[in-house]
């Protein structure tokens, strides 16, 4: 029996089923959880199923989520969408429950749970629930709500379409949801949409960026930036990917100052696979899209210094 069809009977066994993502939430995170949500919601109406996971992030009109009360873990079953470390799942009561399912798109690095569905080569992780869905057709069924979560989240985990991990089947999987009638055009003018700050910001991004001669790229936001164009952390991932719109730009590095001094690095890159230095400080993530910490300005240094020297060995080997 495959790792879906094991899911599929352990859902079938849960009269209460709780569904977590990680912390500080994009829309792939929000889609896959709260999509796997609607779609169990849909198909067993006499089971118990709630979404949790603390504040959405400029993201609710996506989803909310629904505060529960600890005792409903007992005898529930768990499951934990795009979350690849157990650390990073949003809301610590996950552990709570009597069994744990993760489903991820990330690599493997932390098999966490008592069944584990991976698959690296998905766009994203809403790209696999709709699989999960469109797979038994006979027991699971997609409504209008969950086909526009999931979309949401294969657009926002694809970069609309123009990431590597854009596949043709993510493309007839974004298609086969459009047909669930919700408006399309709404759902990606929301997701394309930013505060003025925000955009604000951008300029400042591609003023600010400095690049070596072999593509190698770094933003530094300082908390007294992010003070003075009155952003927070989390609306930050806005600008990620504006230094990739760059010719001259390989690979690159956003460090976001925190409020207790540390800094979060946002990595991507357009060749050299980045995702083994995220692990070195304290990350992970994609080949090509990692996340890692830096403890202070040296080890800021330090990450740059890897990126330069990934994007050299990147262009010598062209």
Request: overall charge negative.
């Amino acid at each position: 029996m495959e790792v879906q069809e094991q899911i599929l009977e352990t859902i079938k066994q849960y009269n209460r089923i709780i569904i977590h993502r990680h912390q500080r939430p994009d829309p792939d995170a929000l889609g896959s959880q709260v999509g796997l949500a609607e779609i169990l919601r849909t198909s067993f109406p006499d089971k118990e199923i709630f979404q949790v996971g603390g504040p959405v992030e400029g993201l609710d009109f996506l989803a909310e989520m629904q505060p529960i009360e600890d005792e409903l873990y007992k005898c529930a079953l768990v499951i934990v969408t795009d979350t690849a470390n157990s650390p990073r799942i949003s809301d610590e009561r996950y552990a709570l429950g009597d069994k744990l399912i993760k489903i991820d798109h990330h690599p493997n690095d932390e098999p966490y749970g008592d069944l584990v569905w991976v698959n690296t080569k998905a766009s994203s992780c809403s790209e696999m629930i709709a699989d999960f869905c469109f797979q038994f057709p006979e027991d699971l069924t997609m409504n209008q709500e969950a086909a526009r979560l999931l979309y949401g989240g294969i657009v926002g985990d694809t970069g609309r379409f123009i990431y590597p991990a854009t596949t043709p089947h993510t493309m007839e999987t974004a298609a086969k949801l459009m047909t669930f009638g919700f408006d399309v055009t709404k759902l990606n003018r929301e997701l394309d949409q930013k505060p003025m700050s925000v955009a604000k910001l951008s300029g400042y991004v591609y003023q600010n960026i400095q690049v070596d001669a072999n593509g190698a790229g770094k933003v530094m936001l300082p908390q007294e930036v992010l003070n003075e164009f009155q952003v927070v952390d989390s609306e930050t991932a806005a600008v990620v990917s504006l230094p990739g719109s760059i010719d001259e730009v390989l690979a690159w590095a956003i460090f976001v100052q925190q409020p207790e001094g540390y800094y979060r690095v946002r990595l991507r890159s357009k060749g050299p696979v980045i995702n083994e230095l995220a692990k070195r400080h304290h990350g992970g993530g994609h080949p090509l899209a990692s996340g890692a910490n830096a403890k202070n300005l040296a080890e800021v240094e330090e990450i740059y210094q890897e990126i330069q020297q990934l994007c050299e060995a990147f262009v010598c080997e062209e």
